[in-house]
């Protein structure tokens, strides 16, 4: 993937780069969905990795504004005016996202997609807190066997793909288990868009993830490596309190958002035991840049 010395400029110089930022990884996506899902998954990943790390390398500061965007920025469901059903799909990343939008289209529905944010660490958890919206208001959906909604829902809250991120780890075939958790992912969002009322439904996410396979990932110092190890184990955040991670923030490492320690980008260190292929907490692009998807019914329009 090749990124002019223009863009560079343009990002550096912008007074918003967050959304210059999301607006190119989104696209990175986009022109990936014709090729088969395998070589999507790939040479998807392959170039959003490259993208992160000149992001990573030209406009460090980048990750202080990320981050008070996350934080800032209200969740959709805040933005939306009535007559809208909205689809959390817990997990879905950039790579499904666009994959269903795809789908949609193809089936007929006037579709469009875009781009929010998780919270900041870039969890559930942290997601849930943040919405105006008590979680006894949404629908659950727990299994893809079986979807079941009257169709007046508003709210809808679907653990998948999230349910079988957590279930894949190292050793496991990642682009078969890739393959499988979006056609479950886009068999759920394709029977929701089918029987909610809703004129107009938007599907989102509360959280991304990054892939800790290496190639993928960024590499740490022995020293930090020891360190991140420490302290994080395999997570991607900690609480504040009374640690000082001083030492890793200077170097790059991680930053300090909501209270918390952060790991910053793709940096990926082993920890023993098993382990997630999939990672998120931190603050990258792929965990923290959410797909939505605006879905709107046949005999509608913006009124």
Known sequence: MKVDADFVKALIESEKPVPVVADKVLDIWLRKVQENIGEFYYKGEEDVKEFEELVLK???????????????????????????????????????????????????????IGYGFSAVPSD?????????????????????????????????????????????HVGHAVISSLEEMYEITAKIAKTLVGKLKAGRIVILSDHGYIRSEAGFVFPVSRKAKKRLQDVFGSKRFIPMDDI??????????????????????????????????????GLSLMECLTPVIEVVKAGECDG
């Open 58 to 112: 030209s406009f460090d500061e980048f990750y202080y504004v990320f981050a008070k965007t996350c934080v800032n920025e209200p969740p959709v469901l805040q933005k939306e005016k009535e007559g809208t059903s909205f689809v959390v799909m817990d997990g879905m990343s950039f790579r499904e996202g666009v994959l269903v939008y795809d789908m949609l289209k193809r089936e007929g529905y006037e579709t469009r």
């Open 244 to 281: 000082d991670l001083s030492d890793l923030v200077d170097a790059g490492y991680v930053i300090e958002c909501a209270g918390y320690y952060v790991t910053k980008s793709r940096y990926v260190w082993p920890v023993k035991g098993r382990y997630s292929v999939y990672l998120h907490g």
């Open 124 to 168: 559930t958890h942290c997601f849930r807190e943040k919405l105006d919206v008590s979680m006894d208001n949404f629908k659950a959906i727990k299994s893809h066997k079986n979807i079941r909604v009257s169709g007046d829902e508003r709210y809808v809250w679907s653990y998948f793909p999230d349910i079988m991120l957590d279930r894949i």
